[in-house]
């Protein structure tokens, strides 16, 4: 298998190479762009550009040129977000400087504009140490997340107090150059080390962010880095927020770093995570990012569905048992008051991801999946290849959307998703259900890429 030169077939990589956050999601003349750091030289984290695609349906992804990189002006081009504003592209990321380390470490919000969508051009620093107050560390500063309402623009950017663990910050500016302090968004330090990658959209009162290496809540989420969300709302003109508790946005293994675009509810985030083996080297590249995700609010949850253009294969009423071969794809299952569902995937002989409603909750098992993955974390259910997902009372008809590609099993069911790497034999395609329902029905579709 080594010598193949295996890709996903319709999910985001840098091609060869690594990469990891995805960064400024943006609709610009009629195209979607979405950058990511990206490091083309080695499949390991190395000095940090940010790699480029474009589409038109979110799903076919042609690569563009390295949009910036690092060079005199900085170390490292760190995450960051897009807008488009005066008919430009404008990208805010963080500027990295080494400078020796510890605590001359920098990362400052930097400006760079295009007027193409391709070839960019920096600015320099827009939020530096002068912006910063000083009670916070301008070493753990990063991520900003640009948005504009009612005519003004505004940024949240990952912080860290001196001392302290992670912040959120908000900035407002009325000319893109010239940043003013508002407030401490959540007013209180995060359970993990330190926050990272804020994302917000006002018209869903939603907020997004990571914290690294928040203690685990239960079976709730085991990474030792995780992706929440909290409903609310920022109140600009009071310098204050209101946002419900956090919760977990994905609960598989592979999940980061999510983003949304400006002007639309749909998200990507970085499927795979820090701090665990990533087999793909072999192949020549390391990362991918998820299928998008459109979002929406529903019962005071977040809702969230795949965003794939495909084309319906068939459609069949199913109960019992059930077969097929796919590798790459989607499946689509419609069950009314279902009582049983195991879902075996990629299965060839005793390989197999799992898939199940047991005891009450979705069971998610990648110990037969092939190549081992391993983690930092050691809890039970990490070492046994195991995740769970709530689920929904079974009066309630459920759906369960399958997205398949190579090294990847992204398991929608009801707006909740939990999404994974995988890596077995590349000739494992089959698929074993068992299902007991009072009626299912399986629609497979092939993907347009």
């Known amino acids: 298998m080594s010598d193949l030169n295996l890709r996903p077939k319709f999910h985001i990589t840098g091609s060869n190479g690594w990469i990891n956050d995805p960064n400024g999601l943006v609709k610009f003349k009629g195209q979607y762009h979405v950058f990511f750091q990206y490091y083309s030289k080695n499949v390991y984290w190395g000095p940090m550009h940010w790699g480029h695609v474009v589409s038109r349906d979110l799903t076919k992804w042609e690569q563009m040129p390295i949009a910036i990189a690092p060079d005199s ?76 309402e009612n005519g003004v623009l505004y940024c949240l950017v990952a912080a860290r107090k001196i001392d302290g663990r992670g912040r959120i910050l908000l900035y407002s500016s009325k000319d893109i150059f010239n940043w003013k302090f508002e407030c401490d968004v959540l007013d209180r330090d995060s359970g993990g080390i330190m926050i990272e990658c804020p994302d917000y ?13 928040q203690p685990a809540q239960g079976s709730k989420h085991l990474n030792i880095h995780s992706t929440f969300y909290r409903l609310g709302k920022i109140d600009i003109e009071k310098g204050k927020a209101d946002f419900g508790e956090s919760e977990i946005i994905d609960y598989g293994f592979d999940f980061y770093a999510a983003q949304s ?37 529903k019962n005071g949850e977040l809702w969230q569905s795949p965003v794939v253009s495909a084309r319906k294969v068939f459609e069949k009423d199913i109960n019992g048992i059930y077969s097929d071969n796919i590798k790459i794809g989607v499946l689509n299952f419609k069950a009314k008051n279902i009582k049983n569902f195991n879902l075996r995937l990629r299965k060839k002989g005793e390989m197999y991801t799992s898939f199940c409603l047991k005891n009450g909750e979705w069971v998610f098992d990648r110990s037969h999946s092939g190549e081992k993955i391993e ?4 809890d039970g259910d990490s070492l046994a290849g195991i995740r769970r997902m709530p689920f929904t009372d079974n009066s309630v008809d459920t759906e369960i959307t399958v997205v398949l590609d190579e090294f990847s099993a992204e398991i929608f069911v009801n707006g909740k998703v939990l999404s994974a790497t995988i890596y077995p034999d590349y000739d494992a395609d089959g698929l074993e259900l068992e299902v007991n329902a009072d009626n299912c029905t399986v629609q497979r579709f092939d993907v347009l890429s």
């Open 73 to 148: 002006q900085d170390d490292g081009c760190f995450s960051g977000t897009a807008i488009v504003w005066n008919n430009k592209l404008w990208l805010l990321y963080t500027s990295f400087k080494e400078n020796g380390g510890g605590e001359n470490i920098r990362q400052l919000q930097a400006l760079a504009s295009s007027d193409d969508g391709i070839n960019f051009t920096k600015h320099g620093i827009v939020i530096g140490e002068k912006d910063l107050p000083p009670e916070y560390s301008p070493c753990d500063f990063r991520d900003p997340k640009i948005f504009e």
């Open 201 to 213: 959209n006002s018209e869903l009162g939603l907020l997004t962010y990571c914290e690294q290496f």
């Open 261 to 297: 675009f400006a002007d639309e509810p749909v998200m990507i985030g970085w499927l795979n995570m820090w701090d665990r083996n990533i087999p793909s080297q072999k192949y020549g590249f390391a990362g991918m990012l998820t299928v998008p995700r459109k979002l929406e609010i």
């Open 375 to 378: 983690g930092k974390e050691r």
